[in-house]
């Protein structure tokens, strides 16, 4: 049985052509390439890894970092350094946050050159999108980044309710900060827990998980779902919060600094956290910006760019919140910086709950929203509104938007190209570990291997939301 | 003279018939399909990259080499500890000599950077 | 030399119960530890732990120890068989024979050699040479890096540990176990003795390759380390050995450090030395424990520095502080 047995449908039904593109195979050629392909190494390519096979990786010109590499380790034959050990780091590998692969080079401990490969998770979300209504495609941004999935469902809602030119009511707006929030605050969690593991301190994860645990209850109570509460609606929220939980969140906040101390108590002071962590992995200001890196990575090295305060949306700019920068632009930095990030979060979503207004969750806009259950099964008006917004979805106004927004990990940007359907033409995503991932390379080098892992650690990567 | 360590020995042999009887027990209850795939070098999945005959930093050999010394210089030490007390101030100025000697080495080490890894 | 002319049928009869007793209680602690340090990590991050097989879980490392024998001995292609075939029954191998000279009681030491203190050092030292082995036949890369930097740890902290252990041997003039012990009948060595006593215990954990020491297996760098290519009852032994080697630091911390069988200055309070003996032994494993979910991992130039440029000055500079003490008093 064939491929084609197990998908008898091909899953998508329409090539849509750009105005300006006049053939199918102009089409593909543009659509190629602009693709980033992992950068590895002529030298894989050309067989003197046993494994690599000829063609497969495909080889660059000049990686972006060529200059910053260390001389002797451009382009000459492996046979000019017998010491040298290439190993694999990844995809299957204890510490590599998922299935990220790092094609290492060691001169005994050292790591002079490093390759991270990446692709492994890659799932074509922006290419799904395509063959999607609007809001079927709302589902796939969960799993963008699937430790936050409520960071990329609002970066998304946003995005298409600024090419729709709406605005949603105040509940809706506050309950999205709430939310967000405290999704920052479970994929903060979960990056403490994994970073501390990494580095060999285990219990902390434990700690970590009880408290994320907390959020992850919160959200079933609101959403159904866990990991992906797919909660927010273009033009809305998918439902009001059920009774109490708004208690609930408030006492999560009350309780959750006291927590973060069994952390600090475990990590912050603790002598060889402290050795492992510090002058590692050292990102000066010009780096950051050159790399073009965003959130706790480059808050770490002192740029206060965070998207919430220099471009707010879902109206940030209303609550009282400090963005923490580091000094050093070390790993150690980037830690202090999340756990401070945390207590802000936590801030927000308290002064969110105290403004939090009575009042709609979405808007009024029958294109948009979809009509209560109990009128779909009275009135016909409704039932065909439903019967639209389902079958032919929500249509668009042609145009192109982009929209950003603070993710935990860093910035992430939605660019959408609509023709006036209601299905996107062409979905982008810009997300923040991809792009930060970049800089792995650059600060690995020259360290040691126990460096490369806390590396890992630090840029925060997931790598679902490197490969989409 | 040996034959104080006679228990020594006998002790050896019967954990070895030990760990005989353990592993003729495990390699014959044990089930054997040999696939490539379970047969390759773990690599994090991925087919080992490049060899293993490689030539290791001579950093380690220094290390090792300076382990030898210090360490037969401790073994020299451990004689010396158990006739202390007889052998009076002679003895402990000519240890502290020895000692010093071996310190001395060690600064020197520092010095040159034989024990830095980066 | 006088006790090897005298064996007497009694002698080998005390030789030959020992020896039984001994391979029962290796076993079963080493079970038991296995099962302990699931415990005390459970605990320590709020959970369980084993809770399934037996009572409080505590069949549940004999089930698994079957289990393992059962599992299938997996060589991989291109390793050296002879050498990747020897490396667990190598380091298994020298584990008992620590047990013959332990002070248990005053009158439970198999056999009181005037080296004793020797013997455990020099098989302590075979585990090394075990796991290089063991990690060089693998053919696997971060079995080889393992194997690498295990032996540049054990290296490094074979010297302070010889040294402080010889501050105690100045103080007593021997290294018959039972005269160390009964050396520290009114205070135990660790009041006399607090900086040798700790470099001990920190080298101690390096040597067995526990946290915060655990770099050649470090699981988030090196997967498994070492042993990363070992399947069923091979790995199997490296675990029983790791475990076994614990309590054997811990016992010779005891004995050196602790007062062995005796209890707090003097007064043993009508427990038998042989209950104190294990108590404390017991206590040192749980700190190793204790240690091992607590700290994070250090990296591996900082773990060579910290021996070769903090730990050997300290320990040389404590002997001769000893030395001089000793002279003048």
């Given amino acids: ?468 | 003279m040996t034959a104080v360590y006679i228990p020594a020995l006998i002790y050896l042999a019967v954990t070895m018939g030990v760990m005989a009887v353990i592993l003729f027990l495990s390699a014959r209850i044990g089930r054997r399909r040999v696939t490539r795939e379970k047969m390759l070098p773990y690599e994090c999945g991925m087919d080992p990259l490049g060899t293993l005959e490689i030539h290791f930093p001579i950093k380690f050999y220094v290390v090792a080499m300076i382990f030898i010394i210090f360490d037969i210089e401790t073994v020299f030490l451990y004689p010396w500890a158990v006739v202390f007390r007889d052998l009076g101030w002679f003895g402990f100025v000519e240890m502290l000599l020895f000692t010093a000697v071996i310190l001395i080495g060690l600064v020197y080490l520092f010095r040159k950077g034989a024990l830095e890894w980066e | ?329």
């Fill in chain 1, 1 to 468: 049985m064939g491929r084609g047995g197990v998908y008898p449908r091909p899953l998508i039904t329409r090539c849509k052509r750009h105005p300006k593109e006049k053939s199918l195979s102009q089409v593909k050629e543009n659509r190629t390439r602009g693709e980033i392909r992992p950068v590895l190494a002529q030298r894989y390519a050309d067989g003197w890894g046993v494994g690599a096979k000829r063609g497969r990786l495909q080889p660059s010109a000049s990686p972006p970092f060529a200059a910053t590499r260390r001389q002797v380790s451009v382009e000459k034959p492996m046979s000019q350094y017998p010491e040298r050990l290439i190993l694999n780091v990844g995809p299957q590998h204890p510490s590599t946050h998922g299935v990220l692969r790092v094609v290492v080079e060691l001169e005994g401990e050292v790591v002079v050159r490093c390759t991270p490969d990446i692709g492994y998770l890659h799932r074509g979300i922006e290419k799904l999108m395509e063959a999607r209504t609007y809001q079927q495609c709302l589902p796939l941004t969960d799993r963008i980044d699937y430790l936050a999935g409520s960071a990329n469902n609002l970066g998304f809602v946003l995005a298409v309710e600024k090419l729709l030119g709406v605005e949603v009511p105040p509940r809706a707006r506050y309950i999205r900060v709430i939310i967000a929030e405290m999704t920052r605050i479970a994929s903060h969690l979960f990056w403490l827990g994994t970073h501390a593991h990494d580095l060999g301190a285990m219990t902390p994860l434990f700690y970590a998980f009880r408290e994320r645990e907390q959020l992850m209850d919160l959200f079933e109570a609101v959403a159904g779902g866990r990991l992906f509460p797919c909660y927010f609606r273009i033009g809305g929220l998918a439902r009001d919060l059920p009774d109490g939980w708004t208690t609930e969140v408030r006492e999560f906040c009350r309780t959750f600094p006291d927590k973060m101390k069994d952390y600090e108590t475990l990590l912050t002071r603790n002598p060889i956290w402290i050795r492992r962590t510090r002058d590692v992995g050292v990102l000066t200001v010009d780096e950051v910006l050159d790399y073009g890196l965003s959130g706790p990575v480059a808050r770490g090295s002192g740029i206060a760019w965070d998207v919430r305060r220099a471009d707010p949306y879902c109206g940030y700019e209303e609550f009282d919140f400090v963005v923490p920068v580091g000094q050093n632009g070390d790993t150690y930095d980037r830690y202090l910086v999340r756990l401070e990030e945390m207590r802000q979060s936590c801030r927000i979503i308290e002064q969110a709950l105290d403004r939090l207004p009575e009042g709609d969750i979405a808007v009024d806009d029958p294109t948009i929203t979809y009509p209560k259950k109990t009128d779909v099964y009275t009135r016909i008006e409704s039932l065909i509104q439903h019967f639209l917004l389902v079958e032919e979805g929500i249509r668009v106004p042609e145009g192109e938007v982009f929209h950003h927004t603070e993710a935990p990990k860093g910035e992430l940007a939605f660019f959408i190209v609509s023709d006036g359907t209601s299905r996107p033409f062409r979905v982008r995503a810009r997300t923040p570990s991809f792009v930060n991932l970049q800089v792995l390379s650059k600060l690995a080098e020259g360290r040691l291997l126990a460096d490369l892992i806390a590396l890992i650690g630090t840029i925060d990567i997931v790598l679902a939301d490197v490969d989409r």
């Fill in chain 3, 1 to 329: 030399m006088t006790e090897a002319v005298t064996n007497t049928g009694g002698d080998w009869l005390r030789l030959i119960v020992g020896l039984i007793l001994v391979l029962i209680f290796s076993q079963l602690n080493a079970l038991f530890l296995v099962w302990l340090e699931r415990k005390v990590a459970g605990h320590i991050q709020l959970r369980y732990g084993p809770m399934e097989v037996g009572p409080h879980g505590l069949l549940q490392t004999i089930v698994d120890g079957i289990k393992l024998v059962g599992k299938e001995l997996i060589t991989p292609f291109k390793a050296d068989k002879k050498l990747f075939v020897i490396a667990p029954v190598l380091v298994f191998m020298p584990v008992l024979v620590p047990f013959l000279v332990l002070p248990f009681g005053p009158e439970l030491i198999i056999r009181d050699m005037n080296v004793g203190l020797l013997l455990i050092f020099a098989f302590s030292t075979f585990s090394v040479l075990a796991i290089l082995v063991g990690g060089w036949a693998s053919n696997n890369k971060y079995a080889l890096l393992g194997a690498i930097r295990s032996v540049a740890q054990n290296v490094a902290y074979e010297i302070p540990l010889l040294l402080s252990v010889m501050s105690v041997v100045l103080m007593v003039h021997s290294f018959k176990f039972s005269e160390l012990v009964m050396a520290q009948q009114r205070i135990w060595f660790i009041f006399l003795q607090p900086v040798a006593a700790i470099i001990y215990f920190i080298c101690a954990t390096a040597e067995t390759n526990r946290a915060p020491f655990d770099i050649p297996e470090a699981e988030s760098e090196l997967v498994a380390g070492f042993h990363t290519e070992y399947s069923g009852m091979r790995f199997g032994l490296f675990f029983l050995a790791e475990y076994t080697n614990m309590f054997i630091v811990c016992a010779v911390a005891t004995s050196l450090f602790l007062g062995g069988w005796h209890g707090p200055f003097g007064f043993s309070l009508g427990i038998p030395g042989v209950v104190w003996f294990l108590a404390k032994t017991y206590f040192l494993l749980f700190v190793l424990m204790w240690f091992r979910w607590t700290f994070p991992r250090v990296r591996f130039d900082q773990l060579m520095n910290f021996s070769w440029k903090v730990l050997i000055p300290l320990s040389m500079l404590n002997l001769l502080v000893t030395a001089l003490v000793l002279k003048f008093v």
